[in-house]
């Protein structure tokens, strides 16, 4: 059964930081490209960052560039999102989520897997 479990979130002033992970089970971790999503209410679901499986080839939303990091450690099935000098537009509900061969990162549909989501909260 596939499992992907966010934590990290939180509640934080604008100018933290805060870093999330994403624990996978279920599949062969290493082989799935990996994603950040982000969804704030009233919004549709954004790409924020996103790690792919061969290569390590890494891609962020203009948004971020520049103060999130995405990162993974395949010996841990573990997915990372570094996010500093937080603002309070970041404020949302953060997904993980895996796919085979995504080509479009920023595409949801492009992704298998999803986890539950961990709220990230930054405030003025």
């Known amino acids: 059964q596939v499992q992907l479990v966010e934590s990290g979130g939180g509640s934080v002033q604008a100018g933290g930081s805060l870093r999330l992970s994403c624990a996978a089970s279920?599949?062969?971790?290493?082989?799935?490209?990996m994603g950040w999503f982000r969804q704030a209410p009233g919004k549709e679901r954004e790409g924020v960052a996103a790690?792919?499986?061969?290569?390590?080839?890494?891609y962020y939303a203009d948004s971020v560039k520049g103060r999130f990091t995405i990162s993974r450690d395949n010996a841990k099935n573990t997915l990372y999102l570094q996010m500093n000098s937080l603002k309070p537009e970041d404020t949302a509900m953060y997904y993980c989520?895996?796919?085979?061969?995504?080509?479009?990162?920023?595409?949801?549909?492009?992704?298998?897997?999803w986890g539950q989501g961990t709220q990230v909260t930054v405030s003025s």
């Open positions: 790690i792919y499986s061969v290569g390590g080839s890494t």
């Open positions: 989520a895996a796919g085979r061969r995504v080509w479009g990162w920023a595409d949801a549909r492009r992704y298998n897997y």
């Open positions: 279920g599949y062969t971790y290493s082989s799935y490209d």
